[in-house]
């Protein structure tokens, strides 16, 4: 192997874990015994008291958020306030009209009043549906849409977007602008957050209190096709509370960050949800990506716990590892990644620049939570995503839908329902959601592969499996053979149509600093992966490109490199990130 395992031995973590067997943990697994921790007081199941309220009253003056914008100006929030400001939220969209179960779409920026305001609508009965600030007018017109949406809470700087598609909104109830932070002061018909809250008491009843009530709405990152609206309800912050526990390992003392926008599951369920149902002061960075500025965040605030994903890594590794070293970022102990495969070389690479390295872990937007995890107290098989999460039968399945036994055989990847986090339903599409379900198993839409000891291995979503001359490939290993190739920073594979092998393996690649594309480099490329792979699986073509098309949330588009390269319609291309 290439990789050798790397070998955990809990005695030299200073804070040490809390799983530190997980066999031991996974034997004795109770879910119960995870809610009787949470001591959630008769009528109180929702996620906001469990995040924020059930904390004020403990320790009211601890730090839930620190908020850290774009212009480094800094704001602290303690839970007591943050209580408040959620409590006087729930006052103002009551007043306002909301009514339970309405859905409350968010589209701001990463700003403080964006976390009051969510918690407050889940106080108050309603549904919230984050999306990236960054979507254009019309993927926000669909989404609302299809979920016959009634409010829209923005910020002035986006409100135009909003305004151009205001007649196109039939369910649209109101506006909520929260303008308080920019100076433009014609906003039109629309309500001001600042307004609204003036008056409001701080104090307020709790209307959801029952574990299946609606919370959290998320549409998917539209990777493979249109994005689907995927339900949840309050019942998921158990997942998130013991995923964050034992897959973040969340210590009272962490400070921790998750980069994620909550316009992505990753930033609600990890932006939000796991980080305060443990009590632990959550960073929210208000800037996007940059190298030098990420790492400056960490070491302003002595970030301990870190969760980040591919794609900025990749990004990272491409900026190299004296920055970090230089910048001396000694408070971080632990380092997870998540939404696409984790390269082996990024888990690698994180021991060159942090001495760290970094733990990938698995789950989609209808799992809710973390499924498949590397765990501080396991040993790591680079390239592996890790073992099932205590409590949760992961297991691969073939075409008939029967548990496939034997180790290294692949197939699909399944979850027996019945997990916390799991998904209710995709709003206004039960069709497709009953679908997912087959036999015992909720189906994925990835393959994957299981080894002997249990640690699971993507292969890639179903999809984009190439078959070719007769075997399956997945891109990822070729992918990942292709960036541990100096001039490589990023490469997308797809399957090409070929009237021979049914498909061929062609790769598209972007080259790192410093290099030139030339027909030498692609014969250069194609050799490497030869002899990594061998010749049956390694790319035949190679494609330079500037970038790969990728999502919002950072997900190589292969879909798209493979319209684009058959000259077929894009499809939908909401999320697309801009170039
Ligand atoms: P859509 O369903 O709209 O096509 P999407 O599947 O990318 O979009 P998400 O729910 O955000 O939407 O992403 C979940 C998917 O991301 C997983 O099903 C898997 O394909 C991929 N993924 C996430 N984490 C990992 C990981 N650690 N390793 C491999 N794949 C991952
Ligand atoms: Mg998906």
Redesign the pocket.
Known sequence: MDYPEINKNIDDYATSPNLNDLKQRTDNWSWEQIENELEIPNKKFNQAYICVDRHAEKNPEKLAMIWHGANDAIENYTFQQFREESNKFANAITKVGLQKSDRVFFFTDRIPELYFACFGVLKAGGIIAPLFSAFGPEPVAERFNRAEGEYIITTPNLLSKIESIRSELPSLKAIIVISHRSKQSELGNVLQYHEIMKDMSKDFEIVNSDREDWAVMH??????????G?AHVHNALISHYATGKYVLDLHEDDIYWCTADPG???GTSYGMFAPWSNGVTSIIYEGGFSARKWYEVIKKHNVTVWYTA?TAIRLLMKAGSELPKSMDLQSLRYIM??????NPEGVVWGEAAFNLPIH???????TGAIM?ANYPSLNIRPGS?GKAFPGIKVAIIDDNFKEITEPDVEGQLAVKPGWPSMFRTYWNDEERYQSRFKGEWYI???RAKKDIDDYFW?I??DDDVINTAGHLVGP?EVESALIEHEAVAEAGVIGKPDPVAMEIVKAFVSLSEGFEQSDELRRELIGHCRNKLGPGTAPREIEFIDTLPK?R?G?IMRRLLKARELGLPEGDTS?LEDD
């Open positions: 549409f998917t990152s539209g990777t493979t096709g249109l994005p689907k995927a992505w599951v990753t591919p990644s998540v939404g696409e495969p984790l990938d872990n698995w789950w989609q937007t209808e498949v995503m994925t839409g990835d993507f890639g979503r990822f999502t949330s997900k999320t």
